[in-house]
Each structure stands twice: as structure tokens, then as C-alpha cells.
């Protein structure tokens, strides 16, 4: 779930199959607020990374790209060009 924060109040504005029910162990946004990159846990001894573009004209999220690994994504951090994520 996305929310916008305005005047104290928190209104729910997308909504995004993200974790469906695997959970997400980070999200973060790039720096000029586009982009969101998701790490989750997968599945038994995998792991995803979802980058996801925001649409503000629609408030909607769409999944842009994505990558599996054996490797546990905790955290991710972009770089400050937007250009690099590291996992």
C-alpha cells in the first residue's frame, strides 16, 4: 500500500501486489522519487528484487523489472545518480 501524508492525515492512494505473501524485508525510493526498489523474501533459500515505477498522473505503481537470486536481499540502497542499486 502507498499513503499520502498532507495536513496529519494518511490516505491510502495505490495499492501494489508487492509481498503478496512472501514479505518484504526493504523498500526504497530513487532520488527523485520514480522509482521504488523492493527487496523480498522469495521463497526457501531465494530472494527477489522488484523495481517498480510510480505514476503519479494515476497513483499507481507498474513492475518495471525484477531479479531472483540465492543471495538474501536485506536492504537496498540506491546510488545517488539513480543509476545503481546495491542489495
Do not use: C
Amino acid at each position: 500500500l502507498m499513503y499520502a501524508f498532507e495536513n496529519n492525515q494518511l490516505t491510502e492512494i495505490t495499492t501494489a501486489r508487492v509481498g503478496v505473501d512472501k514479505p518484504v524485508l526493504s523498500a526504497r525510493w530513487d532520488s527523485a522519487g520514480r522509482y521504488l526498489a523492493i527487496a523480498k523474501d522469495y521463497a526457501a533459500q531465494s530472494y527477489e528484487l522488484e523495481i517498480y515505477y510510480y505514476d503519479d498522473a494515476y497513483n499507481s505503481l507498474h513492475l518495471v523489472s525484477g531479479y531472483s537470486s540465492d543471495s538474501m536481499n536485506r536492504d537496498v540502497s540506491w546510488s545517488p545518480d539513480s543509476n545503481y542499486i546495491v542489495s
